[in-house]
């Protein structure tokens, strides 16, 4: 009898936890990246499929074809009236994006961002690192390139892109501390609008007005390709430095080349991820605070600063390891 009641038992237990999972809700979700077809975001795709093929959830990876606000905002306004439970995006303009992410978050859509570090209108913000640490981290590669003196400038891929632009002024402010004979030059900063030939011709136009010009900070993708090329049909390798984040496969012949000496990267998708763990952490009813995993590399103990949550995700890259990345 003993054992009747406790097969009764062990049978109803794996019933109701059964009925338990029946009644938990997949969530819907959608992912919208600054631009499809580039390599950085087709990396951020990559990954994409990956979470959502081992967490068994679908998600809705859709991007602009052109990195602007104006491509970027109906994509999301079609997630929103899609009624998506968890909104991943990185916002090609914060300001025009902070009304439709506050339209989304009313109508109870988790938002999960990253790159937009000024954004209000978020559950969280997911970045790779500390705004101040990236441009640190970006000004001591190009330091150590010029012999820590000389004329520079910084470049970023919009004046719109709140994380790039406080990456370059955590750069400056580096220098400042650092390197007093570095000098910025009057310019300070100039866009190349995330391409790489507008970043090229920008190089040469730089050093025609700049002729002691020495270094290029860049923080996009494209600043340091294009500055690289520049510098090599210059004829100025090892004279003139440029550094940016810059996808490996992108910088490896200016590495071997010598055009280029080292920029920084993070991988992406493992951010994206992050954010899609996060995001499900509170549809799940979960709590994101300092120390939480987010289970992806990187951010295996977050810091949790009011909205933002910042991981370390930084790499150097440099001729000797440019090609062990896989991206």
């Not at 109701?16 to 999972?21: D, E, G, P, R, V």
């Not at 819907?28 to 994409?48: D, L, S, T």
């Not at 003139?240 to 984040?245: K, L």
């Not at 120390?291 to 000797?320: Q, R």
């Amino acid at each position: 009898m003993k054992k009747l009641v406790a097969l009764i038992l062990a049978v109803m237990m794996i019933v109701a936890a059964t009925a338990a999972l029946a009644e938990q809700k997949v969530p819907k979700i959608a992912y919208v990246p600054r631009v499809e077809g580039q390599a950085w975001w087709e990396n951020v795709h990559k990954y994409v499929d990956m979470w959502a093929e081992e967490h068994g959830i679908e998600v809705i990876y859709k991007g602009p074809a052109e990195v602007t606000a104006e491509a970027q905002i109906p994509i999301l306004q079609d997630m929103i009236n899609q009624d998506v439970d968890i909104l991943c995006t990185c916002l090609n303009d914060t300001a025009s994006g902070e009304e439709i992410l506050k339209a989304a978050r009313e109508k109870g859509i988790i938002v999960i961002a990253t790159e937009n570090e000024d954004l209000v209108n978020c559950d969280f913000d997911v970045e790779p690192h500390l705004a101040a640490e990236q441009g640190a981290f970006l000004m001591d590669l190009l330091a150590k390139q010029m012999g820590e003196e000389g004329q520079y400038i910084t470049m970023v891929g919009s004046l719109t892109f709140e994380s790039q632009n406080a990456w370059a002024d955590g750069a400056v402010a580096r220098q400042k501390e650092a390197y007093p004979n570095m000098e910025l030059v009057p310019d300070a900063r100039v866009e190349d609008n995330s391409d790489a030939q507008q970043a090229y011709e920008l190089t040469i136009q730089l050093k025609e007005k700049y002729p002691d010009l020495k270094g290029i900070l860049g923080t996009g993708s494209f600043d340091a390709p294009g500055a690289a090329r520049a510098i090599e049909e210059m004829g100025l390798t090892g004279k003139m430095f440029a550094t940016s984040v810059a996808i490996p496969s992108e910088v490896s012949d200016f590495m071997k080349s010598g055009a280029l000496q080292g920029v920084s990267v993070w991988n992406a998708g493992i951010s994206a991820q992050a954010q899609l763990n996060a995001g499900l952490k509170l549809f799940n009813g979960e709590t994101i605070e300092t120390g939480t995993d987010l289970g992806v590399e990187g951010y295996e103990s977050v810091v949790v600063e009011g909205n933002h949550i910042f991981g370390k995700g930084d790499v150097a890259v440099t001729p000797e390891n440019v090609d062990d990345f896989g991206f």
